[in-house]
């Protein structure tokens, strides 16, 4: 429930945070049955919030494990569908704990589930894919005899990596049968196999975006929207935007943590501006408009900014 819940609100706020999503082979998005999603990982958690957002039925994530240390973290996470997996880097006392999420992603396809899992198993702002680990393949040859699995791969790209107002390329292949992937019987050169396929189906997908502009009259026409709509959303997004370079100074963390601050700050500050405005003496019919009509004035704002001054953003 808690996962339906925040993803129609996700959905919406990408809208406004993602203001061009391009989806190629959108079709293997209706693919029924166990399914492993594998995708590069050019952007941190963004990355499998984007890439969730399409899927109409409940995705399954391995996420980076120290992110759930903290038991604030480690509830909230688990809730949305997040599954810990551990690097040498965050420490061998915790591979061990590799076994449990392996596991768990077995249990989710065996329920018919979509489990979503980046393999390279490292993020580094970067669409040059980076080498894959083992963890897709072995998922994939320890539920090679399910009824039913497929792999389907993926290639996510973003125009900007430090920016609001992105555009998205999600470009899906088709679903590939574990019996295509894992042609021999002996599970090493198997799982060799596997990561140069999917490499080779990976890599062709990533796509770059390439910022549109608007025409002359959409300047003016989106112009005339954006100047007061940046106005009234600058004492909010200013300073979370200023917060959040500061907290992730160094980091690839940027982008999802700006767009997770704005997720729950934003409905906030929509509520207090109507909060205001009835107090002031205006009717309750106007606020609760104004309350309906940020989010996509937001959106054409961004858009116009975008295309006028991209680096801005």
């Not at 590939?176 to 890599?203: G, K, M, T, V």
């Not at 997004?237 to 992730?248: A, E, F, G, M, S």
């Not at 160094?250 to 982008?255: C, L, P, Q, R, V």
């Amino acid at each position: 429930m808690f996962y339906s819940l925040v993803k129609i609100w996700v959905r919406l706020a990408l809208r406004i945070f993602c203001t061009k999503t391009t989806v190629t082979g959108g079709k293997s998005l209706s693919v029924t049955g166990p399914l492993l999603l594998v995708a590069n990982h050019p952007n941190s958690f963004l990355d499998a919030i984007v890439i969730g957002a399409q899927f109409n039925r409940p995705v399954h994530f391995l996420a980076r494990g120290d992110a759930f240390h903290k038991p604030w973290h480690n509830t909230p996470l688990r809730m949305l569908n997040m599954i810990p997996v551990y690097r040498i880097s965050e420490g061998k006392e915790n591979l061990h704990l590799n076994e449990r999420a392996f596991q768990r992603s077995k249990e989710v396809l065996e329920a018919g589930g979509v489990v979503l899992i980046f393999i390279e198993g490292i993020c580094l702002n970067t669409h040059q894919l980076q080498p894959f680990k083992k963890g897709a393949a072995r998922i994939t040859w320890e539920n090679r005899r399910l009824q039913g699995f497929t792999v389907l791969p993926l290639g996510i790209a973003f125009d900007h990596f430090r920016s609001f107002g992105k555009d998205v390329n999600m470009h899906f292949g088709k679903p590939l049968l574990p019996q295509s992937l894992l042609p021999y019987e002996e599970e090493a050169r198997s799982l060799l196999f596997f990561n140069q396929a999917l490499y080779e189906e990976i890599d062709q997908r990533i796509q770059v975006p390439v910022g549109a502009r608007l025409s002359g009259e959409a300047k003016i026409l989106y112009a005339c929207i954006a100047f007061p709509v940046w106005f009234i959303h600058a004492p909010l997004y200013y300073p979370i935007k200023n917060l959040v370079q500061r907290k992730t100074c160094g980091t690839i963390f940027y982008d999802s943590v700006l767009f997770g601050v704005l997720l729950f700050a934003y409905p906030l500050y929509l509520l207090l501006l109507c909060i205001l405005l009835l107090s002031v003496g205006l009717p309750l019919s106007v606020a609760a408009l104004l309350f309906f009509l940020l989010p996509p004035a937001a959106r054409i704002a961004v858009r116009w900014r975008k295309s006028v001054y991209p680096e801005a953003c």
